[in-house]
Antibody, heavy 119, light 107 residues
Framework: QVQLVQSGAEVKKPGASVKVSCKAS????????IQWVRQAPGQGLEWMAW????????NYAQKFQGRITMTWDTSIRTAYMELSSLTSNDTAVYYC????????????WGQGTLVTVSS | DIQMTQSPSTLSASVGDRVTITCRAS??????LAWYQQKPGKAPKLLIY???SLQSGVPSRFSGSGSGTEFTLTISSLQPDDFATYYC?????????FGQGTNLEIK
């Protein structure tokens, strides 16, 4: 079945970077975009970015421009999201999701990765 | 940027009730709107895409409508499993934005 499995929880110090992975299975990895969404504790969902693993196209929410890097490895069907210059405001659960561009929506989500930024 | 305003932020209802959640866009987004359900500690689940298309496997008591700037998610007869938080998400000009969420709680 279609599945996205994310890497485990991380604890980082302010100013550091974090790289979250998202491994896809059950579908053609390059046939779908991946979007990244985060959720701070007790807060709503916040869209961060999407990547097209086929063309290399990406787009980011303006607030993350310059701090976020999207990469992928088609040989192992894995997408990565790296966020730099972390502050306590970046403490959140980070989700990857398969994005069906034709419908503008995500039918499959990873389990989420908790990133805690603390000194 | 297009702003999405979701209302109400909290909705108290009983099993069997019909409930409606609204999402308003600051400008037209055609039908590029999706609805998600999220339960505590879980990833969001897609309910509706393209404003009114029911995702496979989602019960038919869920329905979506609207176009342009105003959209609604309706649950025709609330079931115990439906108490959760609901989010709209729109797509426009390569950008996606979520509404603030609606917490549907048991009255």
């Amino acid at each position: 079945q279609v599945q996205l499995v994310q890497s485990g929880a991380e604890v980082k110090k302010p100013g550091a970077s974090v790289k979250v992975s998202c491994k896809a299975s059950g579908y053609t990895f390059t046939g779908y975009y991946i979007q990244w969404v985060r959720q701070a504790p007790g807060q709503g969902l916040e869209w961060m970015a999407w990547v097209n693993p086929n063309s290399g196209g990406t787009n980011y929410a303006q607030k993350f421009q310059g701090r976020i890097t999207m990469t992928w490895d088609t040989s192992i069907r894995t997408a990565y999201m790296e966020l730099s210059s972390l502050t306590s405001n970046d403490t959140a659960v980070y989700y990857c999701a398969r994005l069906i561009k034709l419908f503008g929506s995500s039918d499959t989500w990873g389990q989420g990765t908790l990133v805690t930024v603390s000194s | 940027d297009i702003q999405m305003t979701q209302s109400p932020s909290t909705l108290s209802a009983s099993v069997g009730d019909r409930v409606t959640i609204t999402c308003r866009a600051s400008q037209s987004i055609n039908s590029w709107l999706a609805w998600y359900q999220q339960k505590p500690g879980k990833a969001p689940k897609l309910l509706i895409y393209k404003a009114s298309s029911l995702q496979s496997g989602v019960p038919s008591r869920f329905s979506g409508s609207g176009s342009g700037t105003e959209f609604t998610l309706t649950i025709s007869s609330l079931q115990p499993d439906d108490f959760a938080t609901y989010y709209c998400q729109h797509y426009n000009n390569y950008m996606y934005t979520f509404g603030q969420g609606t917490n549907l709680e048991i009255k």
